[in-house]
DNA sequence: CGAGCCCTTGATGCATTTCAACGAATGTGG
DNA sequence: CCACATTCGTTGAAATGCATCAAGGGCTCG
């Protein structure tokens, strides 16, 4: 279906992606004009693929709702997820003529999806937003230095512990509950562990009263503090 | 020093830095001579800092000669080495105010210190040279997810396998043969794990005839494709 | 030659994986 | 609505990989 502005998730999403700087209002909504003519937003199922690697990377997308997961598979089976996209994240940011991982839907998500080609040429007449974006590129490279720090730290639980404090951050909203948008497989091909490792995790988490675990999903960071305590140490 | 733009290296790094591609003779010309007027050349001693973690974000550094290490240490005492840089490789790709982790040289390097004022200036006058620079953030940040994906490798051995493979691609010059810049430590805190488990590691594979070790750092690679295989078995 | 540094190797204990069984939640067809 | 299958998560026990502790070897440089 076609970009449609008035949806709230839609502006949040954008307005998430520009940012709160710089842009004036006309360049703005001159922007706003041209993406809601020339792009879409597209409904994902669970499991469903937005693109495999090995795909042409023609488009970019930006999750308006639900959560994208970028994994890369071995031959021999074996998986790493390099992330978990929500909201207003952004995903495709390369010059990579292909991409080198995949995208996934984790549940029932809505994206925005723009052409690369709509991209260069917006980046051509709004420098703002190519300077934007550019923002955006070095920011994710730091993202992904910080999960590569994280890869290194010490032990297994204490890597789950800064996973939790980080969903609590793109998820919580403000409050100390959120729910899991992936599985505690998902977990532990992002944190490079075994399943039953992640699931220990929880299962001590819960048992030092760090966190609670309503159902599967459903996380509350107990002590926040203890936590961050706890994953640093 | 001010910048020699005859001393071999210095074509050699700064070649490697732009790519083949795009770039016209006379925007080539033009930028060489912003270059000798605007920026130097420096060099490091091993050990030597040419950023630390914190420090305003504000040069971007080619190196000449020599290898560089990108590392993040934790209060506690535990380290992360991001990257090992080599010549034309390129560092402070970033629109952080604040470097996120530091650099160090590894042993005697010559390093290009090129401010970002002048950088951003440059992009304005030439904008196949900020295109081009785009690109080496994006092919930065798909080395990283590379390295990310090495990280979540099952055993220590079988990383260790891939940083020798990727030394030899770099360091190698087609050849088989190569001298490590940096030490068994350095590799520990690269890969996630001990010193000692570097050293068996480098046992190991010596044993299963994949390398040879000359000294401690001077390596062969004997069976690229065993050991290829070994790495991601 | 001896000091210092880095690397290697061995022994031990702990963290994590692997294998296996079970439990909870969900969906399906009779 | 209830058996039943299926999927996903938890937990236990055994095996393995890795870190840690400790000692010793080799190289370099004064």
Redesign the pocket.
């Known amino acids: 279906m076609p970009l449609d502005l008035e949806k709230v998730g839609v502006k949040t999403a954008l307005r998430s992606f520009l940012g709160s700087n710089d842009l004036d209002t006309n360049t703005l909504a001159e922007f706003y004009q041209d993406l809601s003519r020339n792009s879409e937003e597209i409904r994902y199922s669970p499991g469903q693929h937005l693109f495999r690697e090995g795909d042409l990377n023609e488009y970019i997308y930006i999750p308006v709702s639900g959560a994208i997961m970028l994994e890369r598979s071995t031959s021999s089976g074996s998986r790493q997820v390099f992330a978990f996209l929500l909201t207003g994240n952004i995903l495709g940011v390369s010059d990579q003529l292909i991409y080198n991982f995949s995208a996934k839907a984790l549940n029932d998500s809505n994206v925005i999806k723009i052409s690369q080609k709509l991209m260069k040429n917006i980046f051509e007449r709004y420098p703002a937003i190519a300077k934007r974006y550019q923002q955006i590129t070095s920011h994710i490279l730091s993202m992904i230095l910080d999960q590569l720090f994280i890869m290194g730290q010490?032990?297994?639980?204490?890597?789950l512990a800064h996973l939790l404090l980080d969903m609590q951050n793109r998820l919580g909203h403000g409050t100390n509950k959120f729910h899991l948008p992936?599985?505690?497989?998902?977990?532990?091909d992002y944190l490079?562990?075994?399943?039953?490792?992640?699931?220990?995790?929880?299962?001590q988490l819960?048992k030092l009263d760090l966190i609670n675990?309503e159902?599967?999903?459903q996380i509350t960071i107990v002590e926040r503090v203890k936590l961050t305590d706890y994953a640093n140490r």
């Open positions: 010490r032990t297994a639980h204490q890597r992936m599985s505690r497989q998902d977990i532990a490079g562990m075994s399943l039953e490792t992640t699931s220990r995790g929880f299962s819960k675990i159902n599967n999903y």
